[in-house]
């Protein structure tokens, strides 16, 4: 009872942490306070929307796709890549050569900060930009959001194109919509809570190769599956 309380404690303090520090500094902490593997880490110098796309969207192959009026970039304060998160960043077998950030590697995901100028945004506002910025990438995308006094965390579901095997369909955006980080609700705290407990389990108990795939996987079923406030979608 007690390490679960500490738990629940140090997950509260990680999100509190949004209020005095930076958006790329306190989302790295708040997943390493989870128990990620965040070391695999590749920061842009300004963290400016033009920097973004002077060194992602230019170069992807999909830039075409994106909509800069979709994803609201004049609404974009800052932008970060916080890590990526890899296979084996579950089995503890980083290896010399893992040293930079592979946007190619398809058993990974990559997190991504973006802070926001205003105070409130609407659920279809965040799922669009989510799903604008993984229009760039063939891997799925994490994105944690900061704006006014919320913070939300946003996945998106993809799948292979039935028609054509090298490329992807973009499905359904899920959110943790508005955790209010001065004093996040008890309900967000447990699902960071359970995200830790679910990844501890599968790792040591269940999965002798821990996928990628299960970890989206379980961050569905707990959005799906446990109650949950209002502004849960």
């Given at each position: 009872m007690a390490k679960n309380t500490d738990e629940k404690l140090n997950i509260q303090e990680a999100i509190t942490a949004f209020v005095k520090d930076d958006i790329s500094k306190a989302g790295i902490n708040l997943f390493t306070v989870l128990g990620y593997d965040t070391s695999l880490q590749a920061p842009l110098d300004d963290k400016t929307y033009e920097e973004f796309?002077?060194?992602?969207i230019e170069n992807s192959p999909n830039a075409e796709r994106f909509s800069e009026?979709?994803?609201?970039?004049?609404?974009?304060?800052?932008?970060?890549?916080?890590?990526?998160l890899t296979d084996n960043s579950f089995s503890g077998q980083l290896q010399l050569f893992d040293s930079k950030l592979d946007p190619l590697n398809?058993?990974?995901?990559?997190?991504?900060?973006?802070?926001?100028?205003?105070?409130?945004?609407?659920?279809s506002q965040i799922a669009n930009i989510t799903?604008?910025?993984?229009?760039?990438?063939?891997?799925?995308?994490?994105?944690?959001?900061?704006?006014?006094?919320?913070?939300?965390?946003?996945?998106?579901?993809?799948?292979?194109?039935?028609?054509?095997?090298?490329?992807?369909?973009?499905?359904?955006?899920?959110?943790?919509?508005?955790?209010?980080?001065?004093?996040?609700?008890?309900?967000?705290v447990e699902y960071n809570e359970l995200l830790c407990q679910h990844k501890k389990i599968h790792r040591f108990k269940v999965?002798?190769?821990y996928s990628l795939f299960v970890f989206q996987l379980l961050y569905w079923e707990l959005l799906c599956r446990w109650p949950a406030p209002e502004k849960f979608c």
């Open positions: 796309k002077g060194n992602y009026d979709k994803a609201m970039t004049n609404e974009w304060k800052s932008i970060d890549i916080l890590f990526q398809p058993q990974s995901y990559l997190c991504f900060a973006i802070e926001l100028h205003g105070n409130e945004y609407t659920k799903r604008e910025v993984n229009k760039l990438f063939p891997i799925p995308i994490f994105i944690v959001f900061k704006y006014g006094e919320y913070l939300t965390l946003a996945i998106i579901n993809r799948r292979v194109n039935k028609r054509d095997n090298n490329k992807d369909v973009l499905e359904k955006v899920t959110l943790i919509k508005d955790i209010i980080f001065a004093k996040p609700h008890r309900a967000h999965y002798k190769l």
